[in-house]
């Protein structure tokens, strides 16, 4: 055993460590945030690879974001250096995507399918084909505002047929179906698929292709599952399916009380299916090693008042000493008072504390003038994403461009080229027209862009055009072509988005994510890997260690901050007005609930809870989780 997987097993508790080392057999340990669930599982993780060296078998391990899978693997890299390569290490999304490129074909699917991963390129694939569809039936363009309800079907595995049954008025139901059926198509259409698709996908591989769960099983009889408690139906029939009956060892690790999906299925009641199903040992972990006593005692008042819970959880217990001021309350008279207040109370602290400080709030619109306020007193400040990726433009462009030089006859990336080349040029190139014409020349559509484009004095079309035809002409050798580019891109995206940004970072950012994405899968990949990579990777450019995060508390999930703020703490904020409307007690109120559960559990040292009296102009009273977690909601604790 290595003297750093020994050190961590040495630190765990005796209840930890139990689940820790835990040998063949399902274990479920379901336990309160901060109590070590995800120390226990790298431990184990790291545990099993040290215990298996020279064996042939993998190890599956499933986060809720690729940032959490990074964290993982190089937590785990660190306790046994060299031995990850045994270990797939992340999102359900990025195991499915690979398990469809590796055998979709089973299904008629073709390998070099394109991940759909950005809401706005869905809406603009689901109004296009709406826009068709509405020249010879009743539907409206409009429509695109079913997005989100066609999630929801997808991920409680509701095909297009049996979509129109779901909804109690049968008007509604059958249009809303209709527009599944035609947004399902047009994704199949463009030889695409969207993230709740990969699972569906997967589901339908390990069910229908003799030999693939089979196969699965043999290569991968470990998985470990973090946040289980926010798996959707979809992702825990992907389990069932891949389990089968002879499947042993499941270890996940979860807390019902910080399910925040529940708009997209997840539910207590999965635990509980999960303890039918797998038969695990329970390990319950009560100590909580995060949070300051103070802190811990709030959340357990609070999450007392919520009725869906697994029953006979244990209340937490914190394990730290206690500490001075660990909660603090802020009131302010309005939103903008809000944000400048806890911009200037940030920007008196010092400097060396801004890495380690979080502000949460409910939703990122709260978060945004928080951010500029942060920003005008020179302390730097970003929103994290929750899926977190690149997200800067330039990103979006490299990414853009690799994918055109695949997919040559893809319209819509080639769209999405021109349109941010118009906007930098101030020009109205119309990319169905140049489509048009490329073909009618016998051209590629770059070729074409790039030379009409030079011939306009249009130095960035030109100079995209010219690496994507390079790009395309050297599949194999593409990533010297690539850093070359990224200046170029740089460059280029900049300009674009107004955006200022650091080219240095962005390399950086790049290196770092070609780096990941070859320790994943193998050093020689090709150009295909690398876009899928990076579809579903993310990777913020490193950060200057004294930047303050923003959060939304979706976004939070997992993380931990040694100075935590959240905002917005009034009724019909947290919880949400859509909540506070139903009136009184409802599943939605209890979901809020977990909601605050969870952004005040982030806390390693002081919590600081604000709210004003007035957003927008409209007055509101404080959040009924202060009173709840023993607060007054006016005054100081
Ligand atoms: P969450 O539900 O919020 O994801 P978690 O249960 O996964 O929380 P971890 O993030 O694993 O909790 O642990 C919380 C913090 O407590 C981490 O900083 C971790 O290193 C620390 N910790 C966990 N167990 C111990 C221990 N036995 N001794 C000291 N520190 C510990
Ligand atoms: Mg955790």
């Known amino acids: 055993m290595t003297p750093e997987l020994e050190a961590i097993l040495a630190s765990l508790s005796p209840i930890q460590k139990e689940a820790a080392v835990w040998g063949d057999g399902s274990v479920l340990v379901l336990a309160g945030p901060g109590s070590g669930k995800t120390r226990v599982l790298t431990s184990r993780i790291a545990k099993i690879l040290d215990d298996s060296r020279g064996k042939n078998f993998r190890i599956l391990a499933l986060t809720f974001t690729t940032k959490a899978a990074a964290e993982m693997r190089e937590r785990v890299e660190l306790l046994v250096p060299g031995l990850t390569e045994r270990a797939f290490m992340g999102t359900f999304h990025a195991f499915c995507t690979q398990m469809l490129r590796q055998h979709g074909s089973h299904l008629g699917m073709s390998p070099d399918f394109a991940i759909f991963d950005q809401d706005a390129d869905r809406e603009a694939l689901l109004s296009d084909a709406l826009a068709v569809a509405a020249k010879t039936e009743a539907v409206d363009p409009d429509d695109v505002r079913w997005l989100k309800t066609i999630d929801q079907l997808k991920s409680r595995l509701v095909v297009p047929e049996k979509a129109a049954s779901q909804f109690r008025d049968t008007r509604s139901g059958e249009a809303i179906a209709r527009v599944y059926q035609i947004y399902e198509q047009a994704l199949g259409e463009h030889n695409s698929i969207d993230f709740n698709g990969l699972i569906l996908g997967a589901c339908r591989l390990l069910r229908d292709v003799p030999g693939v769960a089979e196969r699965t099983r043999r290569t991968y009889p470990y998985w470990l599952i973090d946040e289980f408690q926010d798996t959707t139906p979809a992702q825990y029939r992907l389990i069932q399916l891949?389990?089968?009956?002879?499947?042993?060892?499941?270890?996940?690790?979860?807390?019902?009380?910080?399910?925040?999906?529940?708009?997209?299925?997840?539910?207590?009641?999965?635990?509980?299916?999960?303890?039918?199903?797998?038969?695990?040992?329970?390990?319950?972990?009560?100590?909580?090693?995060?949070?300051?006593?103070?802190?811990?005692?709030?959340?357990?008042?609070?999450?007392?008042?919520?009725?869906?819970?697994?029953?006979?959880?244990?209340?937490?217990?914190?394990?730290?000493?206690?500490?001075?001021?660990?909660?603090?309350?802020?009131?302010?008279?309005?939103?903008?008072?809000?944000?400048?207040?806890?911009?200037?109370?940030?920007?008196?602290?010092?400097?060396?504390?801004?890495?380690?400080?979080?502000?949460?709030?409910?939703?990122?619109?709260?978060?945004?003038?928080?951010?500029?306020?942060?920003?005008?007193?020179?302390?730097?400040?970003?929103?994290?994403?929750?899926?977190?990726?690149?997200?800067?433009?330039?990103?979006?462009?490299?990414?853009?461009?690799?994918?055109?030089?695949?997919?040559?006859?893809?319209?819509?990336?080639?769209?999405?080229?021109?349109?941010?080349?118009?906007?930098?040029?101030?020009?109205?190139?119309?990319?169905?027209?140049?489509?048009?014409?490329?073909?009618?020349?016998?051209?590629?559509?770059?070729?074409?862009?790039?030379?009409?484009?030079?011939?306009?004095?249009?130095?960035?079309?030109?100079?995209?055009?010219?690496?994507?035809?390079?790009?395309?002409?050297?599949?194999?050798?593409w990533r010297p072509v690539v850093r070359e580019a990224i200046p170029v891109l740089v460059d280029s995206a900049t300009s674009a988005e107004g955006v200022v940004s650091d080219a240095a970072d962005d390399k950086a950012a790049w290196d770092i994510c070609v780096k990941e994405i070859r320790a994943e899968k193998g050093a020689d990949i090709d150009l295909d890997e690398l876009i899928q990579g990076l579809a579903l990777r993310s990777k913020e450019p490193p950060r200057d260690p004294s930047t303050v995060t923003l959060l939304t508390v979706h976004a939070s999930k997992g993380l931990e901050f040694d100075i935590v703020y959240v905002a917005g703490l009034a009724e019909s904020i947290m919880p949400s007005w859509q909540s506070v409307n139903k009136g009184g007690e409802s599943p939605e109120m209890e979901e809020e609930r977990r909601n605050c559960f969870v952004a005040i559990t982030r806390t390693r040292e002081r919590l600081i809870l604000s709210r004003a009296a007035n957003y927008r102009g409209w007055s509101k009273g404080p959040s009924r989780f202060l009173s709840e977690m023993g607060f007054s909601g006016e005054t100081e604790p």
């Open 242 to 477: 891949a389990a089968g009956d002879g499947f042993k060892n499941l270890f996940a690790v979860a807390d019902d009380d910080q399910i925040i999906y529940q708009w997209a299925g997840a539910s207590y009641r999965q635990i509980e299916k999960m303890r039918a199903d797998f038969r695990p040992e329970l390990i319950q972990l009560v100590e909580n090693h995060r949070c300051p006593p103070e802190i811990v005692g709030a959340a357990n008042l609070l999450v007392a008042h919520n009725t869906f819970r697994t029953p006979g959880k244990k209340p937490l217990v914190a394990a730290k000493a206690a500490m001075s001021e660990s909660i603090s309350l802020r009131l302010f008279e309005s939103d903008s008072a809000e944000s400048e207040g806890l911009a200037t109370e940030i920007s008196e602290t010092e400097p060396s504390r801004w890495g380690k400080t979080a502000v949460l709030a409910r939703t990122r619109s709260l978060l945004v003038p928080i951010q500029q306020a942060l920003q005008s007193k020179g302390v730097k400040a970003v929103i994290a994403q929750r899926r977190d990726r690149f997200i800067s433009p330039q990103f979006t462009w490299l990414q853009a461009c690799l994918d055109q030089a695949l997919r040559p006859t893809d319209i819509r990336v080639f769209k999405v080229l021109v349109d941010a080349a118009n906007r930098v040029a101030g020009q109205d190139l119309d990319p169905a027209i140049l489509a048009a014409e490329a073909e009618a020349a016998g051209l590629s559509n770059f070729e074409h862009w790039g030379k009409t484009s030079v011939a306009m004095g249009n130095t960035i079309g030109a100079k995209l055009g010219a690496f994507a035809v390079r790009l395309a002409q050297s599949r194999t050798a």
